[in-house]
């Protein structure tokens, strides 16, 4: 891999730290712009009592001088201000351990609870839960903050949003509008690419949705979506959903065929599948194509002037693995959250006797936070793509090997 990243730190440990390696030297950085997404991925109707506790802000350790990079690997630290509340719990020295601290011993179905304690052989199944928590993926974001200003500094945008909460969905979601095509390369005078009609639709509902507690452009449905979940809340139960990424900018070719590990829509749904609770991805038009004629779902190519371009945006911006110049679409499932207030039942893993499961502060809908942790995992695998694509050690060498190819294919 060209970038990768590690995270490390647990749910109610002293701090969650993350390494990003293989950015390249010369890329301003901002801590407000990190600090913003992770104010973004805190919010969302239906979150937990941890969200009032925790105000998430990024501290750089390495990397980076003077606000920009410097080509080594990039450190950052995340306080968990609730650490304060969990020494003797959670203290990593072996003298701190108390008689009378109680372990869990209770695992919650849906949980990586039980499996965990069974693989890493421990009775005490907090030893498990602190790291399978979703409070991990703080540091994705913050990571893939950085991505993100690195592809902005060749106008890729990503963005997400709401399109179903339990059974209630947006009226007018995005494949709908993925489905209408434009030009997607640059004219002969401009190395850039041009802004299709598409993505511009596509940041118009991203900014509605960024407008919404929910993070749901459509005002109707979040308002039915804000009433479920308050009944979810009243009963003790919790709501899943589904979330909409989409990525505009990119030219034809980032990703390839070649080998199955190089497929860029195989890395972006392995990476989105990797945050807790996701259970179901999808690109384009996804299951959908699976109902239809071969002749119904194929985007269909035109030339105009010299220039390719599609009608449609079924295959949602990729084909063979590789980009094809449209928007990438990119949906994903998420499972009701797991921690119940009203528990379901489990066995207890000392006495084998049935109990109700643990409990652990949880949220009742947390698809809003999803999509946001969403975006930093897509714009982490498109940044190693894209700098396996165009090489270099600094950014001045990169934008002349990509400005050199948007040429090229300016000219195909």
């Keep these: 891999m060209a970038v990768r990243f590690i995270t490390s730190g647990e749910s109610h440990g002293k701090a969650l730290t993350g390494i990003l390696e293989g950015v390249p030297s010369g890329l ?18 239906g979150r937990g009592g941890r969200m009032k506790i925790e105000s998430d802000r990024a501290e750089i350790l390495s990397g980076i001088r003077f606000g920009k990079t410097l080509g080594s690997p990039i450190a950052i630290l995340i306080e968990n201000k609730d650490w304060i509340n969990w020494k003797e719990t959670m203290s990593p020295e072996a003298e701190d ?32 839960l602190e790291r399978s928590s979703a409070r991990e993926t703080a540091m994705r974001v913050a990571l893939g903050a950085i991505a993100r200003e690195f592809l902005s500094e060749f106008n890729v945008k990503i963005g997400s949003y709401v399109v179903q909460i339990g059974k209630i969905q947006i009226s007018n979601s995005s494949p709908q509008a993925s489905r209408r095509g434009d030009k997607f390369l640059a004219s002969d005078e401009s190395p850039r690419r041009q802004v299709s009609s598409l993505e511009k639709e596509l940041l118009k509902i991203f900014e509605r949705a960024e407008k919404s507690p929910l993070r749901c452009p459509d005002k109707t449905a979040s308002q039915r979506m804000i009433l479920l979940i308050d009944n979810a809340i009243k009963e003790g139960n919790s709501l899943g959903g589904i979330f909409e990424i989409f990525v505009t900018g990119l030219p034809p070719g980032i990703g390839s065929h070649i080998q199955w590990d190089k497929r860029l829509d195989g890395m972006l749904a392995q990476a989105i599948m990797s945050i807790q609770a996701i259970k179901g991805v999808e690109i384009g038009l996804g299951f959908e194509m699976g109902r239809r004629y071969g002749s119904d779902v194929m985007d269909e190519i035109f030339c105009k002037s010299s220039k390719f371009y599609r009608k449609t945006n079924n295959a949602g911006g990729i084909e063979g693995g590789m980009t094809n110049g449209m928007p990438i679409i990119i949906r994903a499932a998420m499972k009701p959250i797991p921690t119940l207030r009203k528990p379901l039942t489990s066995v207890d893993i000392i006495t084998k006797k049935p109990f109700k499961a643990a409990y652990e502060r949880s949220d009742v809908c947390a698809v809003p936070a999803a999509g946001v942790v969403g975006e930093a995992m897509a714009a982490l695998i498109i940044a190693d793509a894209f700098v396996e694509k165009f090489g270099g050690d600094s950014m001045a060498e990169i934008k002349r090997n990509y400005n050199s190819y948007i040429r090229y294919i300016s000219k195909f």
């Design 28 to 45: 301003s950085i901002s801590v407000s712009e990190i600090n913003n997404d992770l104010r973004r991925r805190q919010l969302g109707y």
């Design 97 to 128: 351990r108390s008689s009378e601290l109680k372990t869990v011993t209770r695992p919650r179905p849906g949980h990586a609870d039980l499996p965990g304690a069974i693989k890493y052989d421990t009775h005490d199944i907090r030893d498990i």
